[in-house]
């Protein structure tokens, strides 16, 4: 698009023009009546605002009324039109902004005449100013070839939440690649103009980055406890959207044992909640009523309240070193269903399959 100052540039060429141009000029001159409209009062984000010229004159400027093209401040640039007098804009972040579209003519003497007409645009970010969200590298898993790394994605549970399923194996106490580190964390905003902020346990706005080392500050664990954070993101234009990040722990069986004989769990490298647990019973043994004992995510008092997670087979709750299991017709899946602790928001949960092969 070219910019006003392409406009003075042209209007100058005209300016000092010959005596034979000035003439034509006269022929051309229209008096300036600026007027316009554009289809609506209120648009999405990025979505494109059409200009359309219903007054008069030589020559019309657009000032779509956001950052860097406001009429009237200094420094601030407005848009040329095309040459039927149309103008199509996106803006990039919400708000309410005054478009200003200057019409200009210049007359038989040289001198440049306008006039302006102005309306209000309200700009709404129907998908939040927020975009995605991605804290980095929570633990270096093992169990694959190479060093990888652990992420987890941020996944939007309702307008201004989202739930980040955290692995348990990240549940350790390390300066990195842990839950309970401070965090680098990734994210993308809907406009380029916007900034980012997470609200510490004080209060206080500490601006991030992403992906910016400096930006590692952010704190998911308070007084032992995971504990959803509050983020917000501030347009130039001053419009506040904030965001609540729950990091939810994906349940793990952490011990299994039947008749004293430990298990051996692993999980399914295809899967980020899938265990396998085998043991080897001896030559002989009834498995057709065997009474496991076992525990989740160490029995954590941290993670678990006795009420947040539980345990069943097949919708039949199982109880360590009460319910009787059946392992005589081959092997038998566990279902883990755990909720965010303190929070009894359904959809903050996250679900483990553990599958057990009993061998004899």
């Not at 209120?42 to 359309?52: I, L, P």
Request: glycine fraction near 8%; include cysteine.
């Amino acid at each position: 698009m070219k910019t006003i100052k392409v406009i003075y540039c042209l209007l100058t060429v005209l300016i000092f023009a010959s005596c034979d141009e000035n003439g034509y000029l006269r022929d051309l001159y229209v008096v300036p009546e600026a007027a316009f409209e554009v289809e609506k009062d209120t648009y999405d984000v990025f979505e494109s605002v059409r200009f359309v010229n219903k007054g008069s004159g030589q020559y019309y400027v657009v000032y779509p009324g956001d950052a860097n093209h406001v009429y009237g401040k200094e420094g601030d640039t407005g848009f040329a039109t095309a040459s039927d007098g149309t103008f199509s804009y996106s803006y990039q972040e919400p708000g309410t902004f005054n478009a200003v579209w200057v019409a200009s003519s210049i007359n038989g003497n040289g001198e440049r005449e306008f006039t302006v007409d102005s309306v209000t645009i309200k700009v709404v970010a129907l998908d939040g100013g927020l975009d995605n969200l991605k804290i980095n590298n929570l633990y270096r898993m093992s169990e694959y070839a190479g060093t990888v790394y652990y992420s987890s994605y941020g996944e939007f549970i309702s307008s201004d939440s989202l739930l980040c399923p955290i692995l348990f194996d990240a549940w350790r106490d390390a300066t990195f690649n842990s839950i309970k580190a401070k965090q680098l964390v990734n994210f993308e905003l809907s406009s380029n103009l916007a900034e980012m902020y997470w609200i510490n346990p004080d209060g206080e706005e500490k601006k991030i980055v992403s992906g910016s080392t400096a930006s590692r500050i952010v704190e998911f664990v308070q007084d032992g406890k995971l504990k959803i954070q509050n983020f917000r993101v501030i347009t130039a234009s001053g419009v506040v959207s904030n965001y609540y990040v729950a990091p939810v722990m994906i349940p793990k069986m952490t011990k299994f044992s039947i008749n004293g004989v430990v298990g051996t769990i692993t999980r399914d490298i295809a899967y980020y909640n899938r265990y396998n647990i085998t043991l080897q019973l001896a030559d002989g043994s009834d498995l057709s009523n065997v009474i496991p004992v076992f525990e989740t995510m160490n029995n954590d008092p941290n993670l678990l309240d006795g009420t947040n997670c539980r345990v069943t087979i097949d919708g039949v709750e199982q109880i360590s070193g009460v319910t009787s299991v059946d392992f005589s017709q081959g092997d038998v899946t566990y279902t883990i269903d755990y909720n965010f602790m303190g929070n009894n928001n359904p959809k903050l949960t996250q679900q483990a399959l553990v599958t057990v092969s009993v061998l004899h």
